[in-house]
């Protein structure tokens, strides 16, 4: 049997609708209150000083995020000559590149 490919095209009114649901925003949140979590656990085990938190907000065109933020990000992220690179948010988001 032939695979057939249904395409849904959805107005961007209705995507507007969507993203600002509560349900929505919850799953940001806590998506990013999870990745915060791992990075908080990775920071200890490698004895990393760093403070992580999770920022909530509204895009100026309406669009809802949830973000992981660390203090020194560069420094932890791509390391300094006095620090390692110790990828943090890269690692605790689970990109590949390392």
């Known amino acids: 049997m032939a695979r057939t490919r ?45 403070t992580i938190s999770v920022e909530d907000g509204t895009r100026p065109k309406g669009r809802s995020y949830s973000r992981v933020v660390a203090d020194d990000y560069a420094d932890h992220e791509f390391g300094t000559a006095k620090r390692k690179r110790t990828r943090l948010l890269g690692r605790a988001a689970g990109t590949t590149n390392s």
């Open 6 to 50: 249904t395409r849904v095209r959805i107005s961007h009114d209705l995507f507007r609708q969507v993203v600002d649901l509560p349900a929505v925003r919850a799953t940001l949140a806590r998506t990013a209150r999870e990745v915060a979590a791992r990075a908080q656990a990775l920071a200890r085990q490698e004895n990393a000083e760093a």
